[in-house]
């Protein structure tokens, strides 16, 4: 089985114009992550993940880790069709000093109150120059083609639940200290605002923005406090590129729809990826297709995992029937291309993306 020849090379509008809900030639394609043996099977040669070369960075392995090499990228964009390459830093550089004096990544979940965090030292603002200078290398590489370059990253909540505190700890603390939970979120937020107006100043297509608040059955958190806390910040991150009228797509796992009318007001123009276990794209496309692009929701279980090339294929074109219409889809899975998703099955729902994306 083989990728399969398709109308409409690489082309950053197409990509801007599904997520602001104009006339497009196909559906897009934009996986927010492809991993390595799948990399490796398409190109020949080790090359990493879409996100980093080396280590896992889904496990905020911040240290000695850089983007997927951009010619690289730009290979993968004109095999698949993807009209944008991405230069991706999901997590907030909390840092602290070592045993040797030397700075290391505060990763090791031991922020317990407002003291142990602020004796952390805050945010390594030199990552923002460090990713300005990945932007550079990847818009130099796209020169010649229509691939766009997006910027992402912004786990304001996630890399304080997952890595700083730690997350029955940090679940405990939003009831009991909500002061300590705010300066967190607001010394985050300062970060990733100063990340976002590098970011549009560098001239990026695209900002994505993803941070896991939600699960199956709805938010982490009381949607009051995402409301006031955590939705504000937000629209502080985004505002640069809304001002420059920079598509913004937004990425959370699990059930969000007490936050979906947030986003739209606040100028969050796709959600991104639609987790299939929660949520139902035909019910998302009445209520919502025709304010906000749509993307993802192709299961990585199943079919992309445990079904069939001809069951990924009959998914694939369920979800064009139902979404393609109006414009404002762009199709891929509902989290990554995993290792453990069968080549063949990867293979199937690009084709058919092709095959059943065509206006």
Same mark, same amino acid.
């Given at each position: 089985m083989k990728f399969e020849e398709y109308k409409g090379r690489p082309d950053k509008q197409r990509l801007i114009n599904a997520m602001t809900l104009q006339e497009?030639?196909?559906? $897009? !394609?934009?996986?927010?992550?492809?991993?390595?043996?799948?990399?490796?099977?398409?190109?020949?040669? /080790?090359?990493?993940?879409?996100?980093?070369?080396?280590?896992?960075?889904?496990?905020?392995? @911040?240290?000695?880790?850089? $983007?997927?090499?951009?010619?690289? !990228?730009?290979?993968?964009?004109?095999?698949?069709?993807?009209?944008?390459?991405?230069?991706?830093?999901?997590?907030?550089?909390?840092?602290?000093?070592?045993?040797?004096? @030397?700075?290391?990544?505060?990763?090791?979940?031991?922020?317990?109150?407002?003291?142990?965090?602020?004796?952390?030292?805050m945010p390594d603002y030199s990552n923002i120059e460090k990713n300005c200078r /990945?932007?550079?290398?990847?818009?130099?590489?796209?020169?010649?083609?229509?691939?766009?370059?997006?910027?992402?990253?912004?786990?304001? +909540?996630? &890399?304080? !639940?997952? *890595?700083?505190?730690?997350? @029955?700890?940090? +679940?405990?603390? &939003?009831?009991?200290? +909500?002061?300590?939970?705010?300066? +967190?979120?607001?010394?985050?937020?300062? !970060?990733? /605002? @100063?990340?976002?107006?590098?970011?549009?100043?560098?001239?990026?297509?695209?900002?994505?923005?993803?941070?896991?608040?939600?699960?199956?059955?709805?938010? *982490? *958190?009381?949607?009051?406090?995402?409301?006031?806390?955590?939705? $504000?910040?937000?629209?502080?991150?985004?505002? $640069?590129?809304v001002e420059a009228g920079i598509p913004v797509q937004f990425h959370s796992d699990g059930k969000i729809d007490d936050i979906v009318e947030g986003l739209i007001d606040i100028g969050v123009n796709c959600l991104n990826p639609m987790d299939p276990y929660c949520v139902d794209y035909r019910e998302y496309k009445k209520k919502y297709g025709s304010r906000i692009a749509l993307s993802g929701n192709i299961d990585i279980q199943f079919p992309l995992a445990t079904g069939s090339p001809g069951d990924v294929e009959k998914d694939v074109k369920e979800h064009m029937e139902v979404l393609k219409p109006g414009f404002g889809y762009i199709c891929c899975s509902s989290h990554s291309i995993v290792n453990y998703v069968p080549h063949e099955n990867f293979i199937a729902m690009v084709n058919s993306i092709h095959k059943y994306g065509k206006y």
């Open positions: 497009v030639d196909r559906v $897009p !394609y934009y996986e927010a992550l492809i991993e390595d043996r799948h990399v490796e099977k398409m190109l020949g040669r /080790y090359a990493g993940n879409t996100m980093s070369i080396g280590g896992d960075i889904a496990k905020g392995e @911040s240290e000695g880790l850089r $983007p997927m090499k951009a010619k690289d !990228y730009v290979d993968i964009c004109n095999i698949t069709g993807q009209d944008i390459i991405t230069v991706s830093d999901l997590w907030t550089p909390f840092k602290k000093e070592g045993r040797d004096g @030397s700075l290391v990544p505060a990763f090791d979940k031991k922020v317990r109150n407002l003291n142990d965090f602020r004796k952390l030292v /990945y932007i550079r290398e990847y818009r130099e590489a796209a020169k010649g083609t229509k691939i766009g370059v997006a910027a992402g990253g912004c786990a304001m +909540m996630q &890399t304080l !639940y997952e *890595f700083v505190v730690g997350f @029955s700890d940090f +679940m405990l603390v &939003t009831s009991e200290d +909500m002061g300590f939970v705010e300066e +967190m979120i607001d010394v985050s937020t300062d !970060y990733w /605002y @100063s990340f976002s107006k590098a970011a549009v100043a560098e001239g990026i297509d695209v900002f994505t923005i993803g941070d896991d608040i939600a699960f199956r059955n709805g938010l *982490f *958190f009381q949607p009051e406090i995402i409301k006031k806390i955590w939705l $504000p910040k937000i629209a502080k991150i985004i505002e $640069p590129a």
